[in-house]
């Protein structure tokens, strides 16, 4: 699978068409097998956070981002199962409150990292600004930004110099040990349609359905196309996009696994070594341990 991981990557520099994506690919694997090889990497996922918290060198921060009903919470649940809570912390969104918007679009965000040995998880992230805020621009007017009190500012130099920002800000962490994984779950505007029929007529999942979702969806070519021009505009080698076909749950979640874990791998987790005075220390404790009456 590491092949199909690498199809993929949105690859820096090259301009993104979502067109050249299946939303509904999943390899040569069945269902069953596909649900055995996660059980098997998140083993492996739970080791590696486990080092990575020892080592204290690196935090982990993973992004998603999706159309409404895409499957971003249950791959949240399924994939980070195996992480131990305490070293684990997941952020989820929402439009900005009054002191959000009091400062730059990126605050809130920063303040949302992982610590080093942390693995944090945003779900949706500081790209909501160069997306749901592309399509809507009048929401940018809520930052109340010098020079843009009308939304016929809000023109593509703006949008470049905010992808710029993201840029910057991202490059930054990663110079400061946060390694940046971007999720996308790409999945199709049919799915979505079941997926939103499924909640409407399951009883227990109503709550999970918002009238406002269908008239974001009326605009779905125009956030297929933010995303496009995120996506091309910010993967960059130290913190790059992933496109992963959405339409099967199961399979999403494993290529998400299999991302997590080539990305620990690349790290090169080490446990800490105690030094000889250290290591002298406990073979005496341990010396005592063992002859107490």
């Given at each position: 699978m590491k092949d199909e991981i690498e199809q993929y990557l949105a690859t820096p520099g090259k301009k993104i068409s979502l067109k050249n994506y299946d939303t509904h690919y999943r390899g040569n694997l069945q269902k069953e097998e596909g649900k055995e090889r996660l059980e098997e990497i998140k083993l492996r996922l739970s080791v590696s956070q486990e080092t990575l918290y020892a080592e204290d060198r690196y935090s982990v921060l993973v992004i998603f981002q999706a159309m409404d009903a895409a499957g971003k919470d249950s791959a949240i649940q399924h994939v980070m199962s195996g992480l131990n809570p305490q070293g684990c912390q997941v952020y989820s969104f929402k439009a900005p409150n009054s002191e959000e918007y009091d400062h730059d679009f990126l605050w809130r965000h920063y303040k949302a990292l992982p610590e080093k040995g942390r693995v944090g998880i945003h779900n949706r992230s500081h790209y909501e600004n160069v997306l749901v805020c592309k399509v809507h621009p009048e929401y940018v007017l809520n930052e109340r930004i010098p020079g843009y009190q009308d939304v016929k500012k809000i023109d593509n130099e703006f949008w470049e110099k905010r992808y710029e920002s993201i840029k910057n800000f991202e490059q930054h962490l990663n110079n400061n040990g946060t390694v940046i994984i971007k999720i996308f779950l790409y999945v199709s505007k049919e799915e979505q349609k079941?997926?939103?029929?499924?909640?409407?007529?399951?009883?227990?999942?109503?709550?999970?359905?918002?009238?406002?979702?269908?008239?974001?969806?009326?605009?779905?070519?125009?956030?297929?196309?933010?995303?496009?021009e995120a996506i091309t505009a910010t993967s960059t080698e130290g913190s790059p996009w992933y496109i992963i076909p959405a339409d099967q749950k199961w399979y999403a979640r494993l290529a998400i696994s299999h991302i997590l874990d080539e990305t620990f791998k690349k790290l090169n987790l080490k446990f800490p070594v105690l030094a000889k005075e250290e290591a002298e220390k406990l073979d005496q404790i341990k010396a005592q341990l063992i002859n107490e009456e």
């Open positions: 079941q997926r939103f029929l499924e909640r409407i007529n399951d009883p227990s999942k109503n709550w999970k359905f918002s009238s406002g979702d269908i008239e974001e969806r009326k605009l779905w070519k125009e956030y297929m196309t933010a995303y496009e």
